[in-house]
């Protein structure tokens, strides 16, 4: 399994075929969420900045707004596309590994990056941001200058550029096992 590991963040990335091809559901459910991931900069950050640190032109509290959205849009790719009980389970067949376990079905690795990724982010950082955006920040400043003054910006700043390229290797993972198109290097 490929781990990706990133500051305070870890997750296995890997997913596995259910022999030479994905069922089509299984790519219906790939191209949803990476359609979400594809465009949601406060998920995987800008396509052109690939260490996932250019922040600009966002204005924090809407970021994390949409970063929390994405979070109930995976829900709903989770509850459309269940990890069925009939999901061939991994066994040796004449000394031949087959079959892929549930851990590697693709809302196993949604879960995974709700859970061991995004909540721990937001749990971290949204409602304490959001309490110091809406009643201590300074209300007369432009949102860029107000953003700027929060006490403790370099690590959620830090903490969410980790955030972003796990979620961008997600989507990058995506594209290669499920041969999408990949919308962000269109010119």
């Keep these: 399994m490929a781990v990706m590991k990133k500051g305070n963040f870890s997750i296995d990335i890997g997913f596995l075929k259910l022999g030479a091809d994905f069922e089509e ?8 969420l990476y359609t979400e991931l594809a465009t949601r900069i406060a998920v995987t950050g800008k396509s052109k900045d690939r260490d996932c640190t250019d922040f600009s032109g966002e204005v924090y509290a809407e970021s994390l707004t949409s970063l929390h959205t994405f979070f ?3 829900r709903k790719i989770m509850r459309q596309f269940p990890v069925c009980s009939t999901y061939v389970k991994p066994r040796k067949l004449l000394g031949v590994r087959t079959g892929a ?22 749990e971290t950082w ?20 107000r953003q700027k003054a929060y006490p403790k910006l370099n690590d959620m ?3 969410w550029s980790d955030v972003r390229a796990i979620m ?8 290669s096992m499920y041969k999408l198109v990949d919308v962000t290097k269109l010119a």
Excluded at 25 to 32: G, I, K, V
Aim: charged share 30%.
């Design 25 to 32: 559901s299984d790519r219906q459910c790939a191209w949803e």
């Design 157 to 159: 700043i830090s903490q």
């Design 126 to 145: 949204q409602a304490d941001y959001r309490f110091w955006w809406e009643n201590t920040s300074d209300k007369t400043l432009p949102p860029f200058e």
């Design 101 to 122: 376990g549930i851990e590697n079905h693709l809302g196993a690795l949604i879960h995974r990056a709700m859970r061991d990724v995004l909540r721990p982010f937001l």
């Design 168 to 175: 961008r290797a997600i989507q990058d993972e995506l594209v």
């Design 72 to 74: 109930g849009e995976a």
